[in-house]
């Protein structure tokens, strides 16, 4: 593993030439000879593929994704909760969708969910949603509403998954708390001398550590979430906006309903794009809030207890506070987290988030009016 933690630190992570990515695709049932062009999507943490294969007949499509397991150590468990929680899903869809909302694993030609490569890397393909787009933004309000719904009804139809727990593939996810004392730690030692480039922009976000405290997971009802709901994270049909499947299952674990919602709404409400360096684009839209109240709690069907609906308008404020708290962090860490495509690229995701949880905090009021409407119609 240590060999692989070194490579993949970084942004070393790709593999550039398209025939070994060919080669490990024929380690998966697919029919037909695999050709890919490249990387795929905007996932700031795996490496995803498009691969197509013809044969005489027609044209199949797949993801091929290598899972970074610099960041998730466990990559046979995560692949244990992806098959319990997909077939989980899948034995409920069957009656209200026929699967087409579930991502459909495709085996390895030994039988087994991922291919380990000899490099110790581990693979998992999927069927390509060939409908399904993803957006960094919504166009509208109708994709915030089918977004939140799609992650409502993922949490809802999760609800009885039962024992065993899954494991979780990144231990205290998001307890902000830890999330905090982590940044103050790196703030310390500086390790890669970068603090004195941010030296103001550090010591606004130690001015507001009480955010680090607004959401404590063990105060609230332990509930198998997603864990990861930006938006790019559900598909949405190309041209009628409708939602699809929910993406990205790496993180599906054991969690709080409130950082699902708090994390879409950072994604889905916000009027620029995560790493947005206009700062005066970076907004908070009540009208998309709205829009995710709606269809957050038609999804999950009456299953959030009060405390959780309480706590809905302060979740997205918390959860910004410790995206922007991990942007930063990584970025005096020397970017060895999430990829960056530019210099300074965590730096501009630390403050795009900054501005963003305070235009949320102008709007706080506004946000508990909306809940207090919706919270009996559904
Ligand atoms: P990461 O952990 O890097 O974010 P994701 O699993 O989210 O990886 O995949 C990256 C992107 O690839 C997604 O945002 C989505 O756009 C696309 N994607 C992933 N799986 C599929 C699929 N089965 N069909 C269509 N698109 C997919
Ligand atoms: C990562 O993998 P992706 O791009 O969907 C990250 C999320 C962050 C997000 C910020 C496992 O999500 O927690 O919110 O980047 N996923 C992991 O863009 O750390
Ligand atoms: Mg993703």
Redesign the pocket.
């Known amino acids: 593993m240590t060999k692989g933690k070194n490579v993949l630190q970084s942004n070393l992570l790709s593999i550039t030439k398209n025939n070994q990515i060919e080669e490990i695709s024929s380690y998966f049932c697919i029919d037909g000879e695999p050709e890919t062009s490249g990387q795929?999507?905007?996932?700031?943490?795996?490496d995803?593929y498009l691969i197509t294969c013809s044969d005489k007949d027609d044209e199949n499509v797949y993801?091929l994704?290598r899972i970074n397991h610099f960041v998730f150590k466990d990559p046979v468990a995560l692949m244990n909760n992806f098959e319990r929680v997909t077939s989980h899903l899948l034995s409920k869809s069957i009656e209200q969708n026929h699967g087409k909302d579930v991502?459909t694993l495709i085996p390895t030609r030994d039988g087994k969910s991922f291919h380990l490569d000899m490099d110790g890397y581990y693979w998992r393909m999927?069927?390509?949603?060939a409908d399904?787009k993803?957006f960094d933004v919504p166009e509208h309000d109708g994709h915030a509403f089918e977004a939140a719904k799609a992650f409502g009804q993922f949490q809802a139809n999760l609800n009885d998954l039962g024992e065993p727990a899954l494991v979780e593939t990144i231990p205290a996810f998001h307890n902000t708390r830890k999330r905090f004392d982590r940044f103050t730690e790196i703030v310390s030692r500086n390790p890669k001398n970068r603090l004195i480039e941010v030296e103001d922009l550090v010591e606004l976000f130690l001015k507001h550590e009480e955010f680090a405290d607004a959401i404590k997971r063990p105060e609230f009802p332990r509930r198998v979430v997603h864990n990861d709901t930006k938006l790019?994270?559900v598909?949405l049909h190309q041209t009628t906006g409708k939602a699809i499947c929910v993406?990205?299952l790496?993180t599906v674990m054991p969690g709080c309903a409130l950082h699902d919602f708090g994390d879409l709404v950072r994604t889905a409400a916000n009027a620029a794009d995560e790493d947005e360096t206009d700062l005066g684009k970076v907004q908070f839209l009540p009208s998309r809030f709205d829009a995710i109240v709606d269809g957050y709690l038609m999804g999950c069907q009456g299953m959030l207890i009060e405390k959780e609906i309480k706590n809905l308008a302060i979740a997205p404020v918390a959860i910004t506070y410790e995206l922007a708290l991990r942007f930063l962090t990584d970025f005096l860490e020397g970017d060895v987290y999430f990829k960056t495509h530019r210099e300074d690229h965590n730096v501009d995701r630390a403050k795009s988030q900054f501005t963003l949880m305070k235009s949320m905090l102008t709007f706080m009021e506004e946000m508990e009016d909306i809940i207090r409407t919706k919270r009996d119609l559904f």
Do not use: P, R, W
Not at 126 to 129: A, D, V
């Open positions: 795929y999507g905007n996932g700031n943490v795996n995803t993801t994704q991502l999927t069927k390509f949603i399904g993803s790019n994270n598909l993406v990205d790496d």
